[in-house]
């Protein structure tokens, strides 16, 4: 893992919010979006007539100039004109999205089968075809011209907040005065579904209940913020585009209970019902090396935490279960401290990385050397025919592509495997893959689209875990801030648990603030304390705004922790929280390690673990099944069929049986109550 780069919004991967308004063909500019879309919500039900919509039949009809589609005891009414729609179910009359801000055009008649109902518009090739999919309302809708829709549009006085899954997941209260504050950089971003959120869908609570939108075709659609009069308001933005393959899109919206993670549950059912999920349990069948992940501290090691004694010092402590990786900086743990690590029942995963070439004459990592003409015929070009900088500007991005085609020529790929763990090391971190950061190439020799080169990081991920690069053993593989999409083949991820803000990139860059990379054996980057400034800390890791969105989805399939250079002690003052925040959600914490960490912090971490052990014996590879808050300070997650819940109190008075500042885990059989040091 390499230094930040100083222009991205992300140390790694660009996976933080893109800021900034866009000239959009077809949108208005960005404080104007909802503005518009708050008026029209206002006088919605007037317009349609709000006729009761879910009590006549069950195929899609028209109704006064609306379309309406039946869901199970309610039904969508949708303005062709606008895309604007209501439900209208039992309980009453929600606001599912606000008029498009985009000048759509004249609609076309509805032509309406008993099964969808489908429009165009004058002067257009964009159609919109309406349906009920299992209960959710699948809005399609396809061009072949170069346009930008911006819908659905989350915005209203019915909205109460709007639930997105920026890392580990936000509940973002569209009254507070905070996230329509230039402090809290929210306002006036767009993030990729494709490469800048965690997996794609976001919801919206309203009143007492909710919705929940799916995004099916994520990429070339971003989420974008902004406020109008101290309300914030969401609304997603499609391009569509041939040369990225990106004409069509569809969205699934479903009616929700209102609960801060439902639409997580939501996006979980249809996850698994399309097929697209892949528990740790069947991951553990395939690679049983997986099972040490369970309970498994994550740590870094540099320096002397390299050595095998380090793993002598771990077991000492009572800690049972331990990832342990280390950096690319030609320095790696020896045979026999992986051997060590072996023994204790731990695992070993060198870094690396396939996302980068440079010129083997002075490339300054060894990761980015290639052999053959990989640099620098295998690098991205864009739209002008120049390489794509690769990361930190150095080298350029290296074609998945072009890579494919040296592995199939001459085993680039499972030479390279092969090298890396040639010291005994069962698992491995392959950086950036995972997250979504993906590229359009325009180079002759191989050209791809985004969903092509997608395709290809999936498929190498999955030969990697299943053993095809290690002559047929398995690793136990993780990658960066994995997306919903590459879940199926991995098994954890460094970075999903954390929300992002712009800020942090900023600070990061700041050495006196936050550490340079040196020293080579303890570079304070990692190793020194920083503070965050208080705007930033409450973006990020104010249990008020975090809700369990991951883990709702995949805490069975996938194995979440902070970012790697976010170890547990960087921010001193915030450690408790965030050591409460992991035993809520069942996530392990990550840390930088040497044998100076052990001295300074070793009796706390075994405290931790030994409790996290609890946790884990009891819902390890269980679904996460429940969050409540209970309180303005307690919280409570539950596990598997209730076999396990946790009650937390952030607070610093006693509620709910909880004393301040502590954690209780409760089973069918016994309570346990662990409480952090303050800070």
Not at 13 to 34: I, K
Not at 63 to 76: H, I, K, M, R, Y
Not at 209 to 232: C, E, K, N, P, Q
Request: aromatic share 8%; glycine share 10%; proline share 7%.
């Amino acid at each position: 893992m390499t230094a930040p780069r100083s222009t991205s919004p992300s140390p790694h991967t660009g996976n933080g919010p893109h800021t900034g308004t866009r000239d959009l063909p077809g949108a208005r500019p960005r404080h104007r979006l909802l503005a518009a879309a708050g008026a029209l919500v206002a006088v919605a039900c007037a317009a349609a007539g709000c006729a009761p919509a879910g009590a006549i039949g069950s195929s899609p009809r028209l109704d006064e100039g609306s379309v309406v589609v039946p869901l199970g005891d309610g039904a969508a009414r949708i303005d062709p004109a606008t895309l604007r729609i209501e439900h209208e179910g039992p309980q009453g009359l929600d606001s599912w999205s606000a008029a498009s801000p985009t000048a759509l055009g004249t609609p076309t008649a509805p032509v309406v089968t008993p099964s969808s109902a489908s429009w165009g518009y004058d002067g257009s090739d964009l159609t919109v075809v309406a349906s009920e999919q299992q209960g959710r309302l699948s809005m399609v809708l396809t061009t072949a011209s170069e346009e930008v829709v911006a819908w659905p549009v989350t915005a209203g006085p019915d909205v109460r907040s709007i639930e997105f899954p920026n890392g580990g997941g936000l509940s973002v209260p569209v009254a507070d005065a905070f996230w329509s504050s230039e402090e809290a950089g929210l306002t006036e971003t767009t993030w990729d579904f494709a490469g800048g959120l965690t997996m794609p869908f976001w919801g919206a609570t309203l009143a007492d209940r909710g919705v929940s939108y799916v995004v099916v075709d994520d990429i070339g659609t971003s989420l974008a913020f902004d406020d109008h009069d101290g309300r914030l308001g969401a609304f997603a933005e499609h391009t569509f585009s041939s040369g990225r393959a990106t004409g069509t899109y569809e969205v699934l919206l479903a009616p929700t209970d209102g609960d801060p993670v439902a639409a997580a549950r939501d996006y979980r059912s249809w996850l698994r019902s399309s097929g697209s999920f892949v528990s740790l349990d069947d991951k553990i069948a395939a690679a049983p090396e997986t099972e040490k992940l369970v309970g498994a501290l994550h740590a870094y090691t540099w320096g002397d935490g390299r050595a095998p004694e380090i793993v002598a010092r771990l077991r000492a402590l009572g800690i049972e279960h331990a990832w342990l990786g280390y950096d690319a900086d030609g320095d790696p743990m020896s045979a026999a401290a992986v051997a060590a690590a072996g023994e204790a029942g731990y695992l070993v995963g060198p870094y690396d990385t396939w996302d980068n070439a440079q010129d083997p004459l002075d490339a300054d990592t060894e990761a980015s050397v290639w052999p053959g003409s990989l640099w620098p015929d295998g690098c991205v070009l864009d739209e002008a025919g120049e390489p794509v900088e690769g990361f930190g500007g150095r080298g350029c991005a290296l074609s998945t592509a072009a890579l494919d085609a040296a592995e199939a020529e001459h085993g680039a790929v499972t030479d390279r495997v092969g090298a890396v763990t040639a010291n005994g090391a069962t698992s491995y971190f392959l950086d950036v893959d995972a997250v979504g950061q993906l590229m359009r190439d325009h180079s002759a020799l191989h050209p791809q689209t985004e969903a092509q080169d997608r395709a290809r990081r999936l498929a190498r991920l999955h030969a990697l875990s299943s053993g095809d690069f290690s002559g047929g053993e398995p690793l136990v593989l993780g990658s960066e801030t994995v997306a919903a999409w590459a879940a199926p083949a991995v098994s954890y991820s460094h970075g999903s648990s954390t929300p992002l803000a712009d800020g942090l990139w900023a600070l990061q860059q700041d050495a006196a603030a936050w550490g340079g990379w040196w020293p080579a054996e303890r570079p304070a980057f990692f190793f020194r304390g920083a503070t965050l400034p208080p705007a930033l800390a409450t973006a990020m890791f104010d249990p008020t705004y975090r809700v369990p969105l991951y883990e709702t989805v995949l805490h069975d399939s996938v194995i979440s922790t902070d970012r790697w250079e976010l170890g547990l002690y960087k921010f001193p003052d915030l450690v408790r929280d965030r050591v409460l925040t992991n035993m809520l959600y069942g996530t392990p914490a990550v840390v930088p390690l040497d044998q100076q960490v052990l001295d300074e912090h070793g009796e706390e971490l075994a405290a931790m673990q030994q409790f996290f052990e609890v946790l884990v014996q009891a819902a390890g590879t269980s679904p996460m099944t429940s969050f409540e808050r209970v309180s303005d300070g307690v919280q409570r997650t539950g596990f598997g069929d209730g076999s396990l819940t946790v009650t937390v109190n952030f607070g610093t008075s006693d509620e709910a049986g909880v004393a301040a500042g502590c954690a209780v885990a409760a089973t069918s059989a016994s309570s346990t109550t662990y409480c952090p040091p303050s800070p």
